[in-house]
């Protein structure tokens, strides 16, 4: 069974049926090797197709958060850290049911054997490549909620887990992938990392 007759037969559980008005957030590594680079052009490309043709309102592509703050943590009006977000990301999963591994992973790791306390661990957060975060806003309140993460894994630990990657998620919610990028949906710019609003 092909990969695209078996997300026919499997819908994703994140799906782009709203009434309300959605956004996409697209974080990519800061560096990544050339064959990624051709993954993330892709996959802005299609943002600006779903976004085209109306399936999402809105939008961007970013880099990664920091992983860790350079300023007062306790500031309300700092921005988000890798591990902040990926914490918001891990809710959403463990909510619905499903896991975020293995796109992300958690490791502890020894410290420098030349460190004084060499006997603690730190905590290291993996992130993929690419990654898609799914808002959905509320009209009322206009704050957003995060409507799904991917990649993501359905049924994890199962006979029946499922991962979704970003390209097969893609696949699955824009059917008219195959077609062309209309004249309006053309790339902007090189790296693309601007974003689109």
């Known amino acids: 069974?092909?990969?695209?007759?078996?997300?026919?037969?499997?819908?994703?559980?994140?799906?782009?049926?709203?009434?309300?008005?959605?956004?996409?957030?697209?974080?990519?590594?800061?560096?990544?090797?050339?064959?990624?680079?051709?993954?993330?052009?892709?996959t802005v490309e299609r943002l600006q197709r779903l976004s085209?043709?109306?399936?999402?309102?809105?939008?961007r592509t970013t880099h990664w958060p920091p992983e860790c703050h350079t300023v007062d943590p306790t500031d309300?009006?700092?921005?988000?850290?890798?591990d902040e977000?990926?914490?918001?990301?891990?809710?959403?999963a463990a909510h619905h049911g499903h896991s975020l591994e293995p796109a992300f992973r958690r490791r502890e790791i020894r410290q420098s054997l030349l460190e004084p306390d060499c006997d603690d661990a730190r905590e290291r957060l993996r992130v993929p490549f690419i990654s898609l975060a799914i808002?959905?806003?509320?009209?009322?309140?206009?704050?957003?909620t995060l409507r799904g993460v991917v990649p993501y894994t359905e049924h994890p630990q199962t006979d029946d887990e499922r991962t979704y990657t970003v390209d097969e998620w893609l696949s699955a919610v824009d059917p008219s992938d195959s077609?062309?990028?209309?004249?309006?949906?053309?790339?902007?710019?090189?790296?693309?990392?601007?974003?689109?609003?």
């Open 135 to 144: 808002y959905e806003a509320d009209d009322e309140t206009g704050e957003e």
């Open 52 to 59: 085209s043709t109306e399936r999402i309102d809105t939008y």
């Open 85 to 92: 977000l990926v914490g918001e990301f891990e809710r959403w």
């Open 1 to 42: 069974m092909s990969v695209n007759e078996y997300l026919t037969a499997s819908e994703p559980a994140v799906d782009l049926d709203s009434e309300t008005p959605l956004r996409i957030d697209c974080y990519v590594r800061s560096t990544a090797p050339p064959t990624i680079t051709e993954a993330i052009t892709d």
């Open 76 to 82: 309300d009006d700092r921005p988000t850290t890798r």
């Open 179 to 197: 077609e062309p990028l209309t004249e309006h949906a053309t790339p902007e710019q090189s790296t693309r990392l601007g974003g689109h609003q």
